[in-house]
């Protein structure tokens, strides 16, 4: 995560401004804003499940929350927390959130739980690192929050003890980030806008808060906190790139239908779009392919009004090259290895005749130069599992050298994406 | 009966076999032969006959003729591609008098009385042996039934048999030209005294034999209809597939089998000791409720092995190990001179056969079934029996054809593992493992790790050379006692303890350092030749390099007496141009030469590596010398498929471990040559009279020093460590941060994207 | 219940619409000579066609092959350029184990069928996805190139 830069860009404001913020922010670090603000129109669950008990409630809000995505490590048991995130200067943990009295949050009262995703403190009163996305769930209504409770501590307990965090001095100061708080976070809970749909509202609240997609999708500033302008215009993290999904047609989303978009969003996959893949893979995995069709059309409608920020590179404009070899022609590198290793699930002609999710004409993967989350995919492969289908490819990283990755990804952005790649085996080297 | 294989005596007071039996049979011939008393073919004993009830004529285990006129030849060798069924049924037939086109061809069933190995000492496929064991007694016994049948139509006719001749499996009377079909004399025959020993054929009258012939088994591997272990079906057979406990001694601690239960098609979830297995309707099924399992291992006493430990520890064992010396001669140590060391590491290899491991199995109250594809179908018995606790003669091997074996299918523990799971259902199933788990519980290629060092003197010669290798043992736990007396395996110094080269000062040894417990080791396509050949051709031409000499010219001056080395060192050198003209940048030629497994050969291969240390094959040209050849056509297909197998695991294969368990997956990662990686390759063979010499593996052993000589030519790199680190051949900074071209070069581009050959 | 046409036949299938072509042909068909060898589509070996164009069967969901044209190595030797590929293969001595030849037989005929007069290039384009751990390349190269010439370019050996 890009955590890392930001914190130390934290610890540098810290040095600066101690001494005028630092009496201040410590007194308000636990102070969540106004907790009397009532459940508003666009939070909680969608019509069809307000209706049902307060756990069932409570997991569908979780899942909308992705909850999952940091607190299971893949293959152990849910919530037991253990998740790794890698940054430069040490490696954090995710906390165990099971109702497990010694070593989960068993013994956390309503106001703890709500008090961590209000204001990003945990029981004792340590501030948590926004690596946890406390910064939008303070916008989740009360109500929501402690249905999410209810269900979690609905489920087995795990004895899973903390990891303790592994970060160098001063990253581990957590005090410090109390200053942050004061400066970026803003301690509001969601309120519907006057004027916009109720599906536009019902799709904000779960973009904003509750879905946290700025988070990834937002640009950051010098300070790594989002920045309001741009909010949704594409970021860069753990090597991958969060999409500008801003309404632009160009540099966003704004050239999809919205039969597309609720098909990425539930699915995972659109022809000639995309293929959801790593952290976007887990989001639609853990959270998204279980949204009503409601809630997602809902998402749609929000997407599709946020403010279009050309930032980025262009969605594919060029032409595709000429995907069938040339004849008599000596093959490059790229071709070689494609033809090899790839054209067996996507198809000479990219069409992926496999799986429809093995398409690489035309999506976005391919039709960025600098071919970030092709690189990575080539890398570390991909798994999905929508519906119970799991579709994965393996990694190739292993096996293939840095030379012959570059050679790939630029082979098959000019081909499927049309792009003149432009990636050198020291790109890739830095990316593994 | 005569064979080549001398009685054990001969060898077993020796001290170290001797450079000249080494030479000719290799070590691990040499090292069953210390076994005793494996001194005769014993199938090949012509009075053995079976079936004396039979409406086939069948004077000995391997020939039957029918009324109708039909030859079946059994096979003592199991086919897995290195074409030993031609082989045989070749040297059967061509004292048999009747035409490959005539004669049909099938498994032997597991006996080891009548199959017998003796190179091998056990009814076993392996060592690049088949044809040097059965040069003699295969002939033998095709001549004895010959004999059989010539005397049965001389008796019909009242004449004399050596009036007879034979052609194509029909006796003729030469002075009267009356002709009678085998298939008529099939059951007079088999009232005929069975001779001594029928006379053979003298070499020069060969019909078949050192012919190029069409392989018999090809038909049905063109059109599908050949049945590999895999592909067997039985009525009322049910499918598994298998997750073994991926560290290596761990076990199975618990199965959450409720999700796999309500797969449709999924029948059973079964349990042994270190592995689970999901039964099903068909393969799909048991794939889906395998990986719908939630199992939790415990993991044992190598959770925390990775290949980082394993190589530390090598290298801890030579130096502080004890050494086993395999031969020592004049004073290695302490000679006056220019003194060159190197370290070599080399990784532990999978085989990755393309039929991943399987076998189907039946286990009743009374009786069990076995249908596999295996090189050890004796062995497969003896486990099946001892598994089902049944007695020997109620199990029954079905062997099948091999999709690949290069010493895979000489282990049988999957068959154990098979019937262990085949015994708690009451119908019979298939047990087949995926891709990932054949590469993650194979037994492994041993990883060596080897210091050599040489002092030259003025000229640049070696006057003095010591090699020692540490690793583990394969022979050690395949066939114990077949270890030398002092402990060494002499598979494992084949092709180091005696050099090609003269050397007047030389010891080569051997650490012992096993396998962590729990782990196998395995034979893999030449073990002992394949890693010293790599580790002394290398180190060859790193002294030819510190001599500032060329790589041929330097190996011509230190070569021993043995005419057949410097046979194949010219037919290559010629063939190939060595020393002909200049290559471009960046290209390299390099060459290895050796003599295992019997035969000799002299490998030489063209490479370009690219700026950014991408390395692809131009050419190659291989020079043999297998003594007299019985298949030319067979040895070159050999030698090119040893080849592309060599160095497929030089370029990209290694086994790599990780808390315990093996890394690599599948062709993802544990990558093998293309068929756009692969240079044209022309084999020479040259003619002789001497014995076979083996040709299955002698490919492979050459191709990866080979390989890195032509490396080093182009790059200046030596590598001494496999598989290869592309980043070490990496022409300069720059090169990396070139953008690697998307489309094809054009000409007069840089370099920066692969040629094509 | 599904319709597969394979080799010219209807078959009803049963069988769930993600199960792999691969193990509908081998498991339940009964039609053993498309091979497993990865599973992951990098080997070649389950190579089947598909209205001629060549697929990976083990990961081919069933469901996509409904209403087309299955044809697999038993039955490719009744076409034209099957059977020319499998006399060609014959010629050269191309098989070792074997294991893998279905499949490289199967790509080798769709490319004759899309390009009659390959070259190289064509011939690494469309056979570098089957993989032969017995290393038969060099010939599988020759053999296509005999295929498609009707010239016997025997392996050197064989004069
Ligand atoms: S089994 Fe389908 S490509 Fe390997
Ligand atoms: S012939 Fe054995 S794998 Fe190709």
């Known amino acids: ?432 | 009966m005569t064979s080549f294989v001398r009685p054990a005596h001969d060898d077993a007071d020796l001290p170290n076999p001797s450079r000249r039996e080494l030479l000719k049979r290799g070590g691990l011939v040499v090292a069953f032969m210390w076994l005793g008393g494996a001194t005769r073919v014993l199938g090949l004993d012509n009075s053995t006959r079976i079936g004396e009830n039979h409406p086939l004529f069948a004077p000995n285990a391997f020939v039957r003729v029918g009324n109708d006129g039909s030859v079946q030849l059994v096979m003592p060798n199991v086919e897995m591609g290195q074409g030993v069924y031609t082989a045989q049924a070749m040297l059967l037939a061509e004292e048999l008098d009747v035409g490959l086109d005539q004669i049909t061809v099938e498994h032997a069933p597991p006996n080891r009385k009548l199959y017998l190995n003796p190179l091998l000492g056990d009814q076993a496929t392996g060592g690049s042996t088949t044809v040097r064991y059965c040069w003699t007694a295969l002939r033998d016994a095709g001549a004895a039934a010959r004999y059989m049948l010539v005397n049965a139509a001389a008796q019909r006719w009242k004449v004399d048999p050596s009036q007879c001749t034979v052609a194509r499996g029909v006796v003729t009377h030469a002075p009267t030209g009356r002709t009678l079909p085998y298939g008529e004399l099939a059951d007079a025959a088999a009232k005929v005294t069975p001779p001594e020993k029928a006379p053979l054929k003298d070499p020069k009258d060969f019909q078949l034999i050192g012919k190029p012939m069409r392989r018999v088994d090809s038909s049905g591997k063109v059109d599908g209809s050949l049945i590999f272990g895999l592909d067997v079906r039985v009525p009322g057979m049910k499918i598994a597939t298998v997750r073994a406990c991926p560290t290596f001694g761990g076990r199975l601690a618990s199965v959450d089998d409720s999700h796999a239960r309500s797969i449709p098609g999924v029948l059973r979830v079964l349990k042994i000791d270190n592995a689970v297995a999901v039964v099903g309707e068909h393969y799909w099924a048991a794939k889906q409720g395998l990986d719908a399992l939630v199992i939790q291992w415990d993991r044992g006493a190598n959770a925390h092995l990775s290949t980082e430990q394993f190589f530390a520890d090598m290298a801890h064992a030579s130096e502080h190990g004890k050494p086993i010396v395999a031969k020592e001669v004049g004073h290695p140590d302490g000679a006056k001179g220019k003194t060159i060391s190197s370290t070599y590491e080399l990784p532990l290899l999978a085989h990755a056969t393309m039929e991943p491991i399987n076998a189907l199995v039946h286990v009743r109250p009374d009786a069990c079934d076995v249908w596999v594809g295996s090189q050890v179908v004796a062995r497969c018995a003896d486990i099946a029996a001892k598994v089902t606790g049944l007695p020997p003669e109620s199990i029954t091997i079905h062997n099948q054809y091999l999709g690949g074996g290069f010493g895979r299918r000489l282990f049988e523990e999957s068959v154990g593992q098979a019937v262990a799971f085949g015994k708690q259902v009451d119908y019979p199933i298939k047990v087949v493992w995926t891709r990932e788990e054949d590469i993650a519980q194979d037994c492994y290629r041993p990883a060596y790790y080897d210091r050599i060092s040489a002092t030259l003197d003025d000229n640049g010669k070696p006057v003095a050379w010591t090699h020692r290798t540490t690793g583990a043992s394969v022979l050690a736990s395949f066939a114990p006692p077949a270890m030398g007396k002092n402990g060494l395996d002499p598979d494992l110094v084949e092709c180091a303890a005696d050099l090609p080269y003269a050397i007047p000062n030389l010891r080569s040894e051997w650490v012992r350092h096993d396998f962590p417990e729990g782990m196998r080791v395995g034979w893999w396509r030449g073990v002992g030749p394949t890693h010293n050949v790599m580790v002394v051709e290398s180190f060859v031409d790193e002294l030819a390099h510190a001599a500032g000499k060329d790589p041929v010219a330097y190996r011509r001056e230190i070569l021993g007496e043995d005419p057949r080395v410097r046979g194949v060192l010219d037919l290559a050198t010629e063939k190939a141009g060595w020393g002909k003209e200049t290559l471009p940048p960046r290209h390299g030629r390099g060459i290895a030469l050796a003599a295992p497994f019997g035969s000799y050969l002299c490998v030489i291969v063209d490479v370009e590596v690219s700026p950014q240390g991408v390395v692809s094959l131009k050419r190659a040209v291989a020079a043999v010398d297998c003594g007299i050849v019985v298949n030319p056509n067979t040895v070159e297909a050999q030698i090119q498929g040893g080849l592309v197998f060599g160095w497929s695991a030089a370029l990209y294969s290694g086994i790599t471990l990780k808390q315990g368990a093996v890394e690599q997956r599948n062709f993802n990662d544990y990558r093998v040559m293309r068929l756009n990686e692969t240079p044209p390759i022309e084999v020479h063979i040259v003619p002789s009279k001497e014995k076979p010499g083996g040709i299955g593996e002698p490919g492979t052993v050459m191709a990866m020093a080979a390989l890195t000589n032509a490396i080093f030519a182009a790059t200046g790199v030596r590598l001494r460590k496999l598989p290869i680190d592309t980043s070490l051949l990496v022409k300069d900074k720059g090169a990396l941060n070139e953008v690697l071209s998307a489309t094809a070069p054009v000409d007069g581009a840089p370099a920066n994207a692969r040629n094509l050959s | 219940m599904i319709v597969l046409t394979i080799n010219g036949q209807d078959r009803q299938i049963d069988a769930p619409d993600e199960m792999p072509l691969l193990w509908v042909l081998r498991d339940i068909v009964g039609l053993t000579g498309t091979k497993f060898g990865c599973g992951i589509a990098q080997c070649g070996a389950c190579t089947v066609h598909l209205d001629g164009q060549p697929v990976r069967s083990c990961v081919l969901p069933v469901a996509s092959a409904v209403g087309k044209k299955i044809t697999t190595i038993e039955g490719i030797g009744a076409t034209d350029i099957g059977k020319r590929v499998q006399q060609a293969w014959l010629g050269i001595e191309v098989v070792q184990c074997g294991y893998c030849q279905s499949g490289q037989i199967m790509s080798a005929t769709a490319l004759l069928a899309e390009k009659p007069s390959p070259t190289d290039a064509d011939i690494d384009t469309a056979m570098s996805g089957n993989l032969c751990r017995c290393g038969t390349y060099v010939r599988i190269r020759a053999a296509i190139k005999q295929a498609a010439t009707g010239q016997a370019t025997l392996p050197q050996t064989i004069a």
């Open chain 1, 1 to 432: 995560m890009k955590i890392g830069r930001a914190l130390g860009r934290v610890v540098g404001i810290v040095v600066l401004a101690a001494i005028i913020f630092g009496g201040y922010a410590f007194m308000t670090a636990s102070h969540t804003g106004d907790e009397r603000t009532a459940q508003t129109q666009g939070t909680g669950t969608p019509p069809d499940l307000a209706v049902k008990e307060v756990l069932a409630r409570g997991e569908y809000l979780a899942r909308a929350a992705d909850c999952a995505a940091c607190h299971t490590v893949p293959g152990g048991a849910d919530f037991a927390g253990g998740v790794a995130f890698k940054l430069p200067f040490g490696t954090l943990y995710s906390p165990n959130i099971t109702a497990d009295k010694a070593t989960g949050i068993g013994d956390w009262s309503d106001e703890d739980f709500v008090r961590a995703m209000h204001a990003g403190v945990d029981k004792e009163g340590h501030l948590l690192y926004p690596a946890f996305p406390y910064t939008s769930y303070t916008a989740l209504s009360r109500d929501d929050i402690l249905a999410i409770k209810a269900y979690l501590f609905s489920l087995p307990v795990v004895q899973s003890p903390a990891r303790a965090n592994d970060l160098s001095f001063p990253y581990n100061q957590r005090w410090a980030l109390s200053l942050w708080n004061v400066m970026f976070l803003k301690k509001e809970r969601f309120q519907p806008e006057h004027g916009k749909s109720e599906a536009w509202n019902r799709g904000a609240y779960l973009a904003t808060a509750l879905g946290h997609c700025s988070e990834c999708h937002t640009p950051r500033n010098a300070a790594f906190a989002m920045k309001d302008g741009e909010a949704l215009a594409g970021e860069e993290l753990q090597g991958w790139r969060a999409y500008n999904i801003t309404s632009d047609k160009t540099h966003g989303i704004g050239g999809w239908s919205d039969q597309e978009l609720a098909d990425y969003l539930s699915k995972g996959h659109v022809a000639g779009r995309g293929t959801a893949s790593g952290p976007m893979g887990e989001v639609v995995e853990h959270s998204l392919q279980y949204l009503t069709p409601s809630d997602i059309s809902a998402l749609v409608t929000y997407l599709r009004d946020v403010k279009p920020q050309p930032i980025g590179a262009p969605v594919s404009s060029g032409q595709p090259g000429n995907t069938v070899a040339a004849s008599g022609t000596e093959a490059g590198l790229g071709e070689e290895l494609f033809v090899g290793a790839c054209a067996s699930c996507h198809l000479d002609n990219g069409q992926g005749r496999q799986t429809d999710y093995a398409a690489l004409m035309g999506t976005r993967a391919v039709s960025d130069p600098h071919a970030t989350n092709l690189t990575q995919i080539i890398l570390h492969g991909s798994q999905l599992n929508v519906g119970h289908q799991p579709v994965s490819m393996p990694s190739f990283g292993q096996a293939y050298s840095d030379a012959e990755i570059a050679a790939l990804s630029n082979y098959i952005v000019k081909h499927f994406g049309g792009q003149q790649g432009a990636l050198s085996a020291a790109d890739v080297a830095a990316r593994r």
